[in-house]
């Protein structure tokens, strides 16, 4: 059974010799406090007689990997499967060993260091499931991402230079020279943290209608393509296809695409119920 990450609530790292908790990714929203969860858990694994991977709850359950120098642990919502979501669990903790061992067992209290970590634990665990047809666009005065440091911070930015409203996800994963998983994983952080949404790009199938829309985008439109501006709007009537609108029209449809695009990211056209 694949995996769904709509049921992933919040993962930690957590140092097994001291408990603390040195990378927490937050999913979803929790009624209990994370840093309970963790606590619990590390007393629990302490004290255990035997090995514990999984904690049942009312609404939730606790898997649990353990490592030699930490433990990884994810809350999610009762699953049919535990299988794919340990495999992953497992990636991540083999992974954080294999870089960050050294660092955990001698651990010196600062868990800055392991912010950048946080795109691994992504990669296998993306914020949402990625549409590949889906066109990205940028949005202003995004929430803060915690881990925006280094490696993480500069993939972002690779990835933001590539988003400009009109490629799709799958087309700015062909661009770039970063794997799809890691361009899958960044665009969730993107997402997640509100830096970006997304919009169907428009076939020539799509009815719109008009909407609203100042008047001094319409000059500005109007001084640029004259009568063929007025003729196109009067022509979306929520109805008609744009494919049958185009053909009614006797001037350049490659123009007039271009026109639609831009009417529609500037809030004049909108996609009819």
């Known amino acids: ?7 992933v609530r919040y993962i930690s790292l957590i ?8 990378l927490n990714i937050p999913y979803a929203e929790l009624t209990v406090d994370p840093d309970l969860i963790a606590g619990f858990v590390t007393a629990v694994i302490i004290f255990a007689k035997t090995p514990i991977r999984t ?3 009312a609404a939730y359950d606790i898997l649990i990997q353990v490592g030699e120098s930490v433990l990884v642990l994810l809350v999610v919502d009762p699953v049919p499967d535990e299988k794919p979501y340990r495999e992953k669990l497992q990636r991540i903790l083999d992974d954080v060993e ?6 955990l067992r001698h651990f010196e209290g600062d868990v800055r260091r392991f912010r950048e970590f946080a795109l ?13 047809n889906m066109v990205p666009v940028s949005k202003k005065n995004g929430v803060r991402i915690p881990f925006r440091v280094g490696k993480v911070d500069s993939e972002l930015e690779q990835v933001e230079s590539f988003i400009n409203g009109k490629r799709t996800v799958a087309e ?5 020279s970063l794997s799809d998983e890691e361009v899958l994983a960044l665009i969730s952080i993107l997402s997640r943290y509100q830096w970006i949404e997304f919009k169907h790009r428009l076939t020539d199938k799509d009815v719109l209608m008009r909407n609203d829309c100042p008047s001094i985008v319409l000059e500005k439109y109007g001084a640029q393509y004259g009568q063929a501006l007025e003729d196109l709007l009067s022509k979306f009537d929520g109805v008609t296809a744009i494919s049958k609108i185009l053909d009614t029209l006797p001037y350049d449809r490659n123009a007039l695409w271009f026109l639609i695009n831009k009417l529609v990211e500037v809030g004049c056209l909108k996609t009819a119920p």
């Open 1 to 7: 059974m694949p995996l769904d990450v709509s049921k």
């Open 55 to 57: 904690i049942r709850k």
């Open 172 to 176: 700015i994963m062909d661009l770039m």
């Open 15 to 22: 140092r097994m010799e001291g408990g603390e908790s040195v």
């Open 98 to 103: 294999s870089k960050h061992g050294d660092k």
């Open 120 to 132: 691994t634990v992504v990669k296998e665990f993306p914020f949402q499931s990625a549409d590949l």
